[in-house]
Each structure stands twice: as structure tokens, then as C-alpha cells.
């Protein structure tokens, strides 16, 4: 997928069409999945993770600017999702 098939899914997207986005989960999947699995070493709480980051990724997509910055703000949501439940399993 090139970068203007990339950002045009991504304009879709915030066109409200959900079957843009699922291709660029598709994507993508791969690279969040083996960062959040870096960071737990567990398959099922890595796919949790990566799941609740494409979920933040979707609902605050119109806050990104540039959409040819998709993948470094995918990145830093998921570090953050990671960081989110490092926090919380501490406390527990």
C-alpha cells in the first residue's frame, strides 16, 4: 500500500467509511502486535493491547493533522496503551 492509497483510507475513514479503516488495520496489525508483544511476552495480552489501540487510534484520528503521519502516531498510541497497563498492573 502506498502512502496516497494509505492517507486516501485514512480521509475515508474519517468519512465514516469503517471498511477503509479495517484495511488499515490490516496493515498495520503486524507492527503493533509484535511491539505490544515486546513489551507483555503473551500473544492473547498482546492482541488485547494492539485491539485497544486501534480503538483509540479510530476515535481520535480527526486530532491528527497530517495523515502521512499515520504510523509514527499509531506507534505512540500503542507505547502509550503499553505504558497505560504497565501503570495499572502495578497498582494491582
Known amino acids: 500500500m502506498s502512502?496516497?492509497?494509505?492517507?486516501?483510507l485514512l480521509?475515508?475513514?474519517?468519512?465514516?467509511?469503517?471498511?477503509?479503516?479495517?484495511q488499515i488495520v490490516c496493515r498495520y496489525q503486524p507492527l503493533v502486535c509484535?511491539?505490544?508483544?515486546?513489551?507483555?511476552g503473551r500473544v492473547d495480552l498482546s492482541e488485547e493491547l494492539a485491539q485497544e489501540t486501534f480503538i483509540q487510534a479510530w476515535k481520535n484520528l480527526a486530532q491528527l493533522k497530517d495523515l502521512?503521519?499515520?504510523?509514527?502516531?499509531?506507534?505512540?498510541i500503542t507505547?502509550?496503551?503499553?505504558?497505560?497497563?504497565?501503570?495499572?498492573?502495578?497498582r494491582d
Not at 34 to 40: D, G, P, R, V
Not at 79 to 90: G, T
Open 3 to 8: 502512502k496516497m492509497d494509505e492517507q486516501r
Open 11 to 22: 480521509s475515508e475513514t474519517l468519512g465514516g467509511r469503517t471498511e477503509a479503516f479495517e
Open 34 to 40: 509484535a511491539i505490544t508483544f515486546s513489551s507483555t
Open 68 to 76: 502521512g503521519k499515520f504510523r509514527p502516531w499509531l506507534c505512540s
Open 79 to 90: 507505547r502509550s496503551v503499553i505504558q497505560n497497563y504497565l501503570r495499572k498492573k502495578q
